[in-house]
Structure formats: C-alpha cells, structure tokens
Nanobody, 116 residues
Framework: QVQLVESGGGLVQPGGSLRLSCAAS????????MAWYRQAAGKQRELVAT???????SYANSVKGRFTISRDTVESTGYLQMNSLKPEDTAVYYC??????????WGQGTQVTVSS
C-alpha cells in the first residue's frame, strides 16, 4: 500500500507560479512511476505529467514548456512546478503512483485556481 498527500495548491494570478508536492509513504520502494492528473469542473480527469523510476518524463501538450515534474527519492516526494499559469489550468490536481504490481494509488487532490 502507498499513501499520498498533496499540498501546494491555491489561488494565483495568470502568469504566476505554484509548486505542488506529493508526499508518499508506505511501500514506496515499489513505486514504478508517479504522475500528476487534473480535473476541471465538468470535465474528465486528464494526465498532466509523468515521471518514471528512471526519471524519464512526459507531459501533456497543453503544459509542455511551462510545467516540470520531478521526484526526490530520498524524501519520497514528487513535485509539479507550474509556471506561466493560465486560467485554463484551473482544476483539482491529483497525484498518482503505480507500483510494481501495477496497483494505482491516488492522493486526495489539491485545488489550483488561476484568476485575476
């Protein structure tokens, strides 16, 4: 089992930055990959960024060049640095990990609101 706790969301003006954190605990040695998803009101949840155990990263086209995903394996924490935020980035952001048995775990979500 893996437990995830997100933090770092909030209200920011367009063009601003936020850094989301995802603290993992439990069977962290079994984590294969970590990802960030988001779900805007009335829309489906979408994949934002992924980082593998080998630190390979991938991003949705809508956030490429603005968002950066990273992991601190010592502290078992993942991050999503979000720059040049736009109103369309407003959503609840969720951390997700997949373990070596391909079980998927989710955090509780953190709200990001981009508005002037």
């Amino acid at each position: 089992q893996v437990q995830l706790v997100e933090s770092g969301g909030g209200l920011v003006q367009p063009g601003g930055s936020l850094r989301l954190s995802c603290a993992a605990s439990g069977s962290i040695s079994r984590i294969l990959s970590m990802a960030w998803y988001r779900q805007a009101a009335g829309k489906q949840r979408e994949l934002v960024a992924t980082i593998t155990r080998g630190s390979s990263t991938s991003y949705a086209n809508s956030v490429k060049g603005r968002f950066t995903i990273s992991r601190d394996t010592v502290e078992s924490t993942g991050y999503l640095q979000m720059n040049s935020l736009k109103p369309e980035d407003t959503a609840v952001y969720y951390c997700n990990v997949v373990d070596t048995k391909y079980f998927s775990y989710w955090g509780q979500g953190t709200q990001v609101t981009v508005s002037s």
